[in-house]
């Protein structure tokens, strides 16, 4: 009985030891990934997270920054809040990161923001497109992809100018920042230009039968002239599915959220005249972008999965920039401060600025149109 | 009269001294990473040894242990969030609750009493059932406490959930509760309300003709467990600072419902175990995953463990004896102050 105490006792303490683990070296820059390659973010961090090591391996082969190398330090955030925060905190106070990139969500940027944002850590997230992010957590939070302002934005203007649309049907999803933050700043865009929201209709995501929402829409006297559909990629398909199966045939405008292999794989043949707008085209024949698909195949054995991989790969060479142009690459200030006076960086989403006093940049969307299951490149809009 | 200063009472004084300067050691030493997972630790010891009295000492095996977390949690983020995020995430609600931010203390025990007022009407209703049935009926009562955190919009803001709290919970506020929760739990359980309890669980119709008013009994533990499971919620909606509502998933209940059954349910110094060893294993796991470069391999041995664990040690490592600190410097070997682990 004593001995199961004692041992019971002594696991404990042993464990409390073994917690303890190696810090960082002198001759290298550390940068901090926070991805969730496990969970349900995995689908988009995988591929982000390998674009971000790419980078960081390119610059290393290239000389590195300031003669130093970069160590990409990682460890898996599982897609869930605990683990995040753990990760984050981590990654700051054990493996000495100067500065960290990654998330392609907002929700969890906005948990691990301000752990980074205490410890005075620039954190430029990769992939989360709230607008309001770098304000609701701090002066250290950037943000490497456009917000979901200048994308709603784009493709309000593509349906006035482009497809020559008056009126509008707005279908949105409540459940995310992401789905709402898109609907509003289309909305307003749309009716700034001197369009009507006919009739603006919700659901929730994880919803799977839209005919109650069809049916009103098919019940307006006069109809719309584009439909424009606020989804996560998980609900992309179905509805377009549900509209296109109803007989409604005008063109169906969206957001990132459209970009996913979902809308042709669950739609079929329904899947036409969907327009959405993107962080980038993979298939553009710039130059930067097809060095970093030919880059991207060859270090991982398959073509970019999606557009975070290229946000992933831009991430690190925002954050390598800002440490070459840095006064000095240890201080996360001296960091912080080159990355907010960053200026035209060529990357493969667009070139990166970040205007005077906003962590946001200024970039182009890219417009991007699925005809019978192909998905193809329309044009990019500069804001 | 009988003197305060028993060899029990010294001996726990002694522990309580000695907490203290470890913590302050800790809190002056160690980085804050280091930190944060001990205050993960002591939250779990808060949610660990108050599930404890139901699951272990009642034997009412509860899985809505993390619906009680979630109103705590939620509560408790709707009074200390600060202005600034009140205006851009709570614009929808009236404007007086706009203009206050209440103290996180008073907040956790608010957080805490509601979960309780909850467990209540709850409680008449679930325990009319036992064993099986009683679990689903409480997973059922997770299932609704999500539904609504993800579909009241105005308060809870639904998926998005709540965000910018202030990261309130420290070294001194986790342990402080791991403390008082431990400390209520043992009295309680070493009472002769928790002879009644542990009565109740191995034989309800036999404490029922003893005069044992086995309902009420099994109610105030109900209500009790909730009151700490909302106060552990709100010091991880505050370590967190953040609120959504996938964190107070499955996952988390069973991580509890784990913890407990690893340290034995039944002993109030298992469930400390046992927290102790989840919150520390997995920590250990995952820097392995980080050398070897196997993501989600923690999870898979933390799955086989439990399965060896439950063939080889099924009454968990405390079994439910208890841990006597005050008997280590005594010659005579301690007598056991509990009988058998519950029949779960």
Known sequence: MRNIQLLALGVSAAMLLAGCSAAAADDEIVVGAVYSITGSQASIDQPGYNGFKLAAKQINESGGINGKQIRVAFSDAASETTTLTNVVSELIENDGAVALGGTNDSTLALVAGPIAQAAGIPFVASGATLPTLPEQVGDSMFMACYGDDLQAEAIADYSTEELGAQTAWALVDQAYDFTTALNKFFQERFTASGGEIVLEDSYKSGDTDYSAQIARLQALKTQPDVLFVAAIPNEAGIITQQIRAAGLMQPIVSGDGYDTPLVAEVAGANSKDVYFSTHVSLESTDAVVQDFVTAYTEEYGTAPENAFAALGFDTMNLIADALKRATDDTDPAAVRDALASTQNLVAVTGTISFPEGSRKPSKAVTIMRIVDEVTTFVETIQP | MKSFLTRKNVVLLGGIVLLVVLLGVADATLNNYYLRILQLMGIYIVLTASLNLTNGFTGDFSLGHAAFMAIGGYVSALLT???????????????????????????????????????????????????????????????????????????????????????????????????????????????????????????????????????????????????????????????????????????????????????????????????????????????????????????????????????????????????????????????????????Q
């Open chain 2, 81 to 343: 969030m600060p202005l600034a995020a009140r205006a851009l995430q709570l614009a929808d609600l009236p404007a007086w609750f706009q203009e206050f931010a209440m103290p996180f203390p008073l907040a956790t025990v608010l957080g805490g009493l509601l979960a309780a007022l909850v467990a209540l009407p709850v409680g008449l209703v679930v325990l009319r059932l036992r064993g099986h049935y009683l679990a689903v009926m409480t997973l059922g009562l997770l299932i609704v406490v999500k539904s609504l955190a993800s579909n009241w919009e105005p308060v809870t803001r639904g998926a998005r959930g709540l965000s910018g709290l202030d990261s309130a919970t420290t070294l001194w506020w986790a342990f402080g509760w791991a403390v008082v929760t431990v400390f209520v739990v043992w009295r309680l359980v070493h009472s002769p309300f928790g002879r009644s309890m542990i009565a109740v669980r191995d034989d309800s119709v036999a404490a029922a003709s003893r005069g044992i008013y086995v309902f009420q009994i099994r109610l105030i533990a109900f209500i009790m467990s909730a009151f700490f499971g909302g106060v552990g919620g709100a010091l991880l909606a505050h370590q967190l600072t953040a609120i959504t509502p996938p964190t107070y998933s499955f996952d988390l209940t069973f991580l509890i419902v784990i913890m407990l059954v690893i340290g034995g349910s039944g002993s109030v110094t298992g469930s400390v175990i046992g927290a102790i060893i989840m919150t520390i294993v997995p920590v250990i796991l995952r820097d392995l995953e980080r050398r070897f470069e196997l993501p989600g391999v923690s999870q898979i041995i933390i799955a086989a463990a439990l399965i060896a664990f439950m063939i080889f040690r099924r009454q968990g490592l405390m079994g439910s004896r208890e841990m006597h600190p005050s008997t280590w410097f005594m010659k005579k070997p301690a007598t056991p102050v509990s009988v058998d682990a519950p029949q």
